[in-house]
T-cell receptor, first 114, second 112 residues
């Protein structure tokens, strides 16, 4: 059974600082997805990582994937308050095409203080 | 484009009642999914569909049923509601594995 673990689960940081959220998974996969959820809202797709070494950047967020280590990171640069949200990673454990039966991590609740 | 539309947004059910959560997408996606999110937790897959007429179980299908008569609609049926089904339900769709999901706004269900 695939397990997806994020750490930390809670993160409080100051504006302007850098930090990294880690996503470890237990079985082989080369497809990993990052989502953002604001309180009481739905989830928004942030990044799709489809191969070993993939790196994607959008604004102050950068995501990377190391399939050999079964690890993805979400790096936040010079955090701003608007990035406060819960961030989920999700792994697709099935090779080939077809439906994405994603397994989600528990989420990292990020709070950025002025 | 409306994207993925879920109704209702909130519902309170009594134990033993039944209801259908509606989900419609207008993006012509073949793949559709139902997830539940319990407080402070990640999402768990209930059912999914790869196209009209084809559905399959996910990780936590017990107590639920689905149908997919058209590409656009993927309703989730709860029979004999139980307190353990209190959760937020999200419908999602996708075009391919190269894309992330597009999620609906969610249905917050309380069973009392």
């Amino acid at each position: 059974e695939l397990k997806v673990e994020q750490n930390p689960l809670f993160l409080s940081m100051q504006e302007g600082k850098n930090y990294t959220i880690y996503c470890n998974y237990s079985t082989t996969s080369d497809r990993l997805y990052w989502y953002r959820q604001d309180p009481g809202k739905s989830l928004e797709s942030l990044f799709v990582l489809l191969s070993n070494g993939a790196v994607k950047q959008e604004g102050r967020l950068m995501a990377s994937l190391d399939t050999k280590a079964r690890l993805s990171t979400l790096h936040i640069t010079a955090a701003v308050h608007d990035l406060s949200a819960t961030y989920f990673c999700a792994v697709d454990p099935y090779r080939g095409q077809g439906a994405q039966k994603l397994v989600f991590g528990q989420g990292t609740r990020l709070t950025i203080n002025p | 484009n409306a994207g993925v539309t879920q109704t209702p947004k909130f519902r309170i059910l009594k134990i033993g009642q039944s209801m259908t959560l509606q989900c419609t997408q207008d993006m012509n996606h073949n793949y559709m999914y139902w997830y539940r999110q319990d407080p402070g937790m990640g999402l768990k897959l209930i059912y999914y569909s790869v196209g009209a007429g084809i559905t399959d179980k996910g990780e936590v299908p017990n107590g639920y049923n689905v149908s997919r008569s058209t590409t656009e609609d993927f309703p989730l049926r709860l029979e004999l509601a139980a307190p353990s089904q209190t959760s937020v339900y999200f419908c999602a769709s996708s075009y391919s594995k190269a894309d992330g999901y597009t999620f609906g706004s969610g249905t917050r269900l309380t069973v009392v």
